[in-house]
């Protein structure tokens, strides 16, 4: 299990740029792939990115490829999302999350992923 704490969401214009963190605790972090979903409201959440624990291998939702970014920092225990070229429809609560894997392959299923985040709020306004 780790404990996964989002930072850097906020307000922003529709162009503008944000950079998402995710801080991990627990002494595993690099054994974990690390995912980013997020929820708009009324709608489900969905999966936007994530990254193995090697970082040989990303995926992106094709609605953020690429505007956005994941990258992580073993020796930091942290990942982040930076995020370019924001939309209004990018809009929606943020979750970190970690499935403990230390393969390639890349699911894009919340069921897969054992930990996350409380959410950090992104605003685009148009």
């Known amino acids: 299990q780790v404990q996964l704490v989002e930072s850097g969401g906020g307000l922003v214009q529709a162009g503008d740029s944000l950079r998402l963190s995710c801080a991990t605790s627990g002494r595993t972090f690099s054994s974990y792939t690390m995912g980013w979903f997020r929820q708009a409201p009324g709608k489900e959440r969905e999966f936007v990115t994530a990254?193995?624990?090697?970082?040989?291998?990303?995926f992106y939702a094709d609605a953020v490829k690429g505007r956005f970014t994941i990258s992580r920092d073993n020796a930091k225990n942290t990942v982040y999302l930076q995020m370019n070229s924001l939309k209004p429809e990018d809009t929606a609560v943020y979750y970190c999350a970690a499935r403990a894997d230390t393969g390639v392959l890349i699911h894009t299923e919340e069921i897969r992923y054992d930990n996350w985040g409380q959410g950090t709020q992104v605003t685009v306004s148009s």
């Open positions: 990254i193995s624990w090697s970082t040989s291998s990303t």
